[in-house]
């Protein structure tokens, strides 16, 4: 069963505008969720983080907001822009558990038109 | 440049061909580990290692070896592939630090037939 979920596999939105990718995940004895954005031939490349006593961390364009009691979490980006498209992977880490063990969901394809 | 470094990025082979994809980093990480990317079925861990002579299953670890004789490398070893093994294989590394994230490679294609 799978335990991050990632429903929408792929999301179009207009340059300028807000993307927001959402993922869901089931296991409460996750600790820490990241975000990766895999570009095309290439490896999935750390793009932002949540520890689970936060609901919200901000880089940049990129804000990542944590529910925890609807087990959900999004990556907003704002404003999206062409070099935006790309997949984006949810990730989440069990509590005590090592830091590279990671589960992901399948990923959710961004396309940002001009 | 700090970076993952697998080879190769490519190959196609025949059922039960013993192969290697090799994996390199050279951030001295403790931390590594080998995924699988299928479609539909986003990143599935197959082994990693917390430290040298450290190695352990992930979540999908049939048909596959490792080994972690030295810091830097993290050979896949395919004992006998078979055609559900094709896949995009990426290795990845951490420092192993509270809350560091993994550093992917570039990948490596495989086709088994």
């Known amino acids: 069963d799978q335990q991050v979920k990632q429903n929408s596999p792929s999301l179009s939105v207009q340059e300028g505008r807000i993307s927001i990718l959402n993922c869901d995940y089931t296991?409460?004895?996750?600790?820490?969720f990241l975000w990766y954005k895999k570009y095309p031939a290439e490896g999935p490349t750390f793009l932002i983080s949540?520890?689970?006593?936060?609901d919200k961390n901000e880089d940049g364009r990129f804000t990542v907001f944590l529910n925890k009691s609807a087990k959900h979490l999004s990556l907003h980006i704002v404003p999206s822009q062409p070099g935006d498209s790309a997949v984006y992977f949810c990730?989440?880490?069990?509590?005590?558990?090592?830091?590279?063990?990671?589960?992901f969901g399948k990923g959710t394809k961004l396309s940002v038109k001009p | 440049e700090a970076q993952v470094t697998q080879n190769p990025r490519y190959l196609i082979t025949v059922t039960g061909k013993k192969l290697t994809v090799t994996c390199s980093q050279n951030?001295?990480?403790?931390?590594m580990s080998w995924y699988r990317q299928d479609p539909g079925l986003g990143l599935r861990q197959i082994y990693y290692?917390?430290?040298?002579?450290?190695?352990d299953k992930g979540d999908v670890p049939e048909g596959y070896k490792v080994s972690r004789k030295e810091k830097r490398n993290f050979p896949l070893i395919l004992e006998s592939p078979s055609p559900n093994q094709t896949s995009l294989y990426f290795c990845?590394?951490?420092?192993?630090?509270?809350?560091?994230?993994?550093?992917f490679g570039n990948g490596t294609r495989l086709t088994v037939t």
């Open positions: 990845a590394s951490s420092p192993g630090q509270q809350n560091s994230p993994l550093h």
């Open positions: 296991n409460s004895m996750f600790d820490y």
């Open positions: 949540i520890s689970s006593i936060k």
């Open positions: 990730a989440a880490r069990y509590y005590g558990g090592s830091q590279g063990n990671l589960i």
């Open positions: 951030m001295n990480h403790e931390y």
């Open positions: 290692s917390m430290n040298v002579e450290v190695t």
